[in-house]
Each structure stands twice: as C-alpha cells, then as structure tokens.
C-alpha cells in the first residue's frame, strides 16, 4: 500500500459515521425477561407511562429506567434509525420529540455529554441532521 493510499484510507476513515441503522438490544436480557413474563414486546412500550409500567413489573424495572426503554422504543421508531443509537439517545435523556425540535450538533453533544467520550464524528452529525429533514419533510414521523 502506497502512503497515497494509506492517507486516502485514513481520510475515509475518519469520515465515516456512527452506524445510525444499527440493531442492537435495546435492554438488557434481565428487562428482556421481566417483559416478556409479562407479554410486553418492546415495540408495545410506546407511549405508555413509566409509572404503571415500572409497577407492572413488580418495581423490578424502576420507573427512569422503564421511562428510558419507552424514550429508546419511539426513537427507534423513527426512520433509518437502529436501535442501538437509540438506546443511547433515551439514555441521555432525549426523545423523540426533542430529535425533531433539536439540531443534529446538539443531539450529539448530549450524547457525548452521558457517554463521556465522543461516540460520533462530524459525519454522524450530517447524516442525523439529513434524517431530521426528512422527518421534519414528512410531517413529524414518529
């Protein structure tokens, strides 16, 4: 490999953005079992109320938690994106109204801000703020 082509892969690779479609769990298999004794599929968390949820489980899922798993589940609903971005977007505190209302910049800086690290790059930035047109073009899927 010439240093041409190694400083042209380096280039890519650093444009290269956080997989936004990537399918990850979006609770731990623990959640995952409490849930499912209770004939909860994740998708059926949307809009429910972290209160009543967290009693249904007993108090076994506390209510920021359950409150965090119904964030991730309509964030997930939005197009082109996974679930494991949206893990991390309900983990910082974000929904799925504040993806449509806040810029691309500031959706990732809070997610920094929770990780501690920076998880996306300038590219993640662009590519969430082309999804945020198109659902802002569609009326506010979601």
Not at 126 to 134: D, G, H
């Amino acid at each position: 490999m010439t240093s041409r082509t190694a400083r042209g892969g380096e280039k890519e690779a650093a444009r290269a953005s956080f997989p936004l479609h990537e399918e990850r769990p979006l609770c731990s298999p623990r959640e995952e079992v409490i849930l499912r004794l209770l004939c909860r599929p994740l998708p059926s968390l949307a809009g429910e109320d972290p209160e009543a949820l967290s009693r249904a489980t007993g108090g076994q899922i506390d209510p920021e938690r359950c409150a965090e798993l119904i964030r991730a589940v309509e964030i997930a609903a939005l197009p082109g994106l996974g679930s494991w971005i949206a893990r991390l977007m309900a983990e910082s505190g974000l929904s799925a109204e504040d993806l449509r209302r806040l810029s691309a910049a500031e959706v990732v800086a809070r997610i920094h801000l929770r990780t501690g690290y920076p998880v996306c790059n300038d590219a993640t930035v662009e590519a969430l703020a082309r999804m945020q047109r198109e659902w802002r073009a569609m009326g506010g899927v979601g």
